[in-house]
């Protein structure tokens, strides 16, 4: 009698999905995050490639299943921590990939040797598959469920250790699933199967000793520590970021965002804070004397604070707290803070409290550790000034690297959400970088036009006030229209400081472009443009500035294809920092994906011609698109719904965490579930009612999430997060069934076909995980759900039944 092994399925299946995550936040730290979709590729890549390599050397394997299972578990733990090494030593840097073609080279290198792991770890379970036919709804089950544990698990271990040494524990696991399924299959231990996992254990112990994170050169932390002298003096991991605490005793910190060349007074001594090794914040050594934090008032953040009087501010994206600073200097009575991040808001209110001034401990100051939109959300107050500085970083948003990450604090719905909860008078201000041509501060300025009309506002162009400096601008957007005397207090501040006025309502050209001189002036002629005809702007702008949305909320994307051809003639002249880096590598990794399935698919079907017929009494185009279809359809809907509910959770992590295991642990019981239906139904009707109830669910929560999400916005976490297993639970319990059902079909009479449709399954999934991220990006989330649903119905129309042969 076989005996599945079913608890070390599990363990692979959590220990692979775990290695994937943990690879997103590696790459995160030594590259950037938009290597997120590369990983997630080639992670199912593997899978691919698995399915092609089961389907060309089943039978050789079949009489060796045991060895064959266990060798490819250990394989994936060795591979796990040596590929990982490797890679860090392959030269691949993508600011360079337009000037340099090799630079492809090393990116399609890094992306085979990464995919190794998941090989080996597909190839276990793939063996499971084929090795019992009858077993195959509780293998995928162990396998969902599995990957669904490992997601909770791996970001517990992100809470406890830092990304680097978590590698070994993934390995570690990997052999201990090894040494579970030496029991479940019931071998007899020997000296060579000892020897192989002490050695497997050893080698590695000793690769962990090794492995050392190499940051990419061009990241903030590198380029600082390039300076003589400074040092990183703490590290703190979570799965938030890694925080590196930066000490520059020789040349001192002057990080003043946007700090007027006016300012007499110096900065007092700061340390530097980088997140994942970029995006630097400040922690500012309090002074012994209030009036030494005056060169906070010469920065463009600070114009609220002279045309109004704000006493109740709230501030998103508190950091090291220089906003926090900036408003106690302007004597602000009552100051909400806002920090996603619990190991920032400790550093300054513990670890480094006594430097810092112990400013969370002020009577004024209140911290609140949230996201802040869903902080926003959930409040109840109205403030006199919120105000949102520089969140982001300058490295990455200059160089295009964050135009693949969602951000929901510059959606048209989120300037609504902080209008609704400013005072008769108060204002709303927005800090950013500059860059030209100018990109996001016009990309927010109309996004403000449109919050504005949506509310209800009739003549926007009077609440909106736009500065800039040398490297910053500002937006002003009052809840209430601009005074004159308030205008008058704008020319003041600008004059006094040298900045340079866009836009404000009446403003004259001559007024503009005085100071920091520019060939034209770029942002009163767009902000002009945007009230005076704004479609025909957008479509002749060189970059995409409409509004983001929640439903495409990509505020970093600006890329249009026009423009590639007119940027790529600058390449000789330094034009390539414009072109969006992380949405070319997103591209690349699709058109990499598509190449490697398309061999991988077809692979197989040469061996397949010379087949007996009767080994295959199904149609290959139908297995083709049946197990394709299920596919691409099942990561659209996980990253549909992953989308949807950050706003409602209010928080990434718990987004991740609630929704990825919910899918796949409700995914796994509706597999083992479909075999009982099976029983009864046969696995054609059992593989359609799962796909009816995904249709019917589906279309249920495109039509009332909305609804749902606002009714309990303001609601507890505890209970949002049981509501959101509730809502995912009947939809993912459904998405379980058509693919154990579809396996068992080709078991009965194609049992040949079983290891080519988990390559097929495998290589959709290879694309599905990128192409969804571009279809959001130019279509929205809305339309991924839809091309989802219908993925599903081309695999209701085709099941791989069995061919009647007259």
């Known amino acids: 009698m076989k005996r599945t092994p079913y608890l070390s399925i599990a363990l692979i299946s959590a220990s692979a999905l775990s290695y994937e995550i943990l690879l997103m936040k590696l790459f995160s730290i030594i590259q950037w995050h938009h290597f997120a979709y590369m990983i997630i590729s080639l992670a199912l890549l593997g899978y691919g490639a698995s399915g092609t390599f089961l389907a060309l050397f089943r039978e050789r394997l079949q009489p060796y299943f045991s060895y064959a299972y266990l060798g490819n578990i250990i394989l994936f733990g060795l591979s796990s921590i040596f590929c990982f090494i490797a890679a860090q030593q392959i030269p691949f840097n993508p600011l360079e990939i337009l000037w340099e073609m090799k630079q492809l080279f090393w990116m399609f290198g890094l992306y085979l040797l990464l995919t190794l792991p998941f090989f080996f770890a597909a190839n276990a379970i793939g063996l499971a598959f084929i090795y019992d036919k009858t077993a195959i709804s509780g293998v995928y089950a162990a396998d969902l469920l599995g990957a669904g544990l490992g997601s909770l698990g791996i970001l517990s271990l992100l809470y406890l250790f830092f990304p680097a040494s978590i590698l070994q524990f993934i390995a570690l696991a990997a052999i201990i699933a090894a040494l579970i399924g030496f029991k479940e299959l019931s071998l007899k231990p020997n000296t060579g199967a000892v020897l192989l996992f002490v050695l497997s254990f050893l080698a590695i112990v000793l690769l962990g000793r090794v492995n050392t994170l190499n940051i990419n050169e061009y990241k903030d932390l590198s380029q600082t520590l390039r300076i003589p002298g400074t040092q990183i003096v703490e590290e703190r991991s979570s799965p938030l970021g890694m925080l590196s605490v930066v000490q520059s005793p020789d040349v001192p910190f002057r990080h003043v965002p946007g700090l007027s060349m006016a300012s007499e007074v110096e900065p007092p001594q700061q340390l530097g804070v980088f997140t994942n090794g970029d995006g630097m914040s400040a922690i500012t050594k309090y002074p012994d004397n209030i009036d030494k934090l005056g ?114 604090l510059y959606t048209v719905e989120a300037l609504q959400l902080y209008l609704q909860h400013l005072k008769p008078k108060g204002y709303l201000s927005f800090t950013r970088w500059l860059k030209l041509p100018p990109r996001d501060t016009l990309k927010l300025f109309v996004t403000a036009i449109e919050a504005l009309e949506r509310n209800g506002v009739e003549d926007p162009k009077k609440h909106l006030v736009l500065i800039r400096g040398l490297q910053t601008s500002t937006l002003l957007i009052k809840n209430g229209i601009f005074s004159s005397a308030e205008i008058t207090e704008l020319k003041r501040f600008c004059n006094k400081r040298f900045f340079d006025i866009a836009y404000y309502f009446g403003l004259p050209k001559s007024e503009t472009n005085r100071y920091n001189i520019l060939d034209k002036p770029y942002f009163f002629q767009g902000t002009q443009a945007l009230f005076e005809n704004r479609e025909e702007y957008y479509r002749n702008y060189k970059f995409d500035i409409r509004p983001a949305s929640d439903d495409r909320p990509y505020f970093y994307h600006f890329f249009k294809w026009e423009t590639l051809g007119e940027i790529l003639s600058l390449r000789g002249s330094g034009g390539l920092h414009l072109l969006e880096w992380g949405y070319l590598v997103l591209v690349a990794a699709l058109l990499q994906a598509v190449v490697a399935s398309i061999v991988l698919i077809l692979l197989p079907l040469i061996r397949y011609r010379k087949a007996e017929q009767n080994t295959m009494a199904t149609s290959k185009k139908r297995v083709l698109v049946y197990f394709f279809a299920l596919g691409l359809g099942f990561l659209f809907l996980e990253i549909y719904f992953i989308q949807r509910f950050i706003l409602f959770l209010s928080h990434p992590l718990y987004t991740i965490a609630v929704v990825l295991s919910s899918f796949l642990i409700f995914a796994g019981l509706g597999s083992n579930y479909s075999k009982h239906l099976a029983a009864l139904k046969g696995y054609r009707k059992s593989a359609r009612y799962g796909i009816v109830g995904i249709f019917v669910f589906g279309l249920f929560y495109v039509l009332t999430l909305d609804h749902i999400f606002g009714f309990l916005l303001t609601q507890t976490d505890s209970i949002k997060i049981a509501v959101s297993v509730v809502l995912i639970a009947p939809l993912a319990f459904a998405m379980g069934m058509p693919f154990p059902m579809g396996l068992s079909e080709l078991g009965n009479h194609s049992e040949s076909l079983i290891p080519w449709a988990w390559g097929v399954n495998g290589c959709a999934s290879v694309i599905s995980a990128v192409a969804a991220t571009l279809v959001a990006i130019h279509f929205g989330f809305t339309v991924v759900m839809v091309m989802a649903l219908l993925f599903y119905l081309a695999a209701y129309l085709s099941f791989p039944g069995q061919i009647k042969v007259p």
């Open 295 to 408: 060169y906070l008032d010469y920065q463009t953040s600070a114009l609220a604070y002279h045309l109004g009087n704000p006493d109740k501010v709230l501030i998103l994206g508190a950091g090291g707290g220089s906003d926090i600073l900036q408003a106690l200097y302007h004597e602000t009575k009552k100051i909400d803070a806002v920090e996603i991040d619990p190991q920032m808001v400790d550093l300054i209110g513990t670890k480094y409290t006594e430097f810092a001034g112990d400013i969370y401990a002020m009577e004024s100051v209140k911290v609140h550790t949230a996201e802040a939109r869903g902080f926003v959300a959930s409040s109840k107050e109205k403030y006199d000034l919120i105000q949102m500085a520089m969140v982001d970083s300058f490295g990455a948003s200059s160089a295009g690297l964050q135009s693949l990450s969602e951000n929901y």
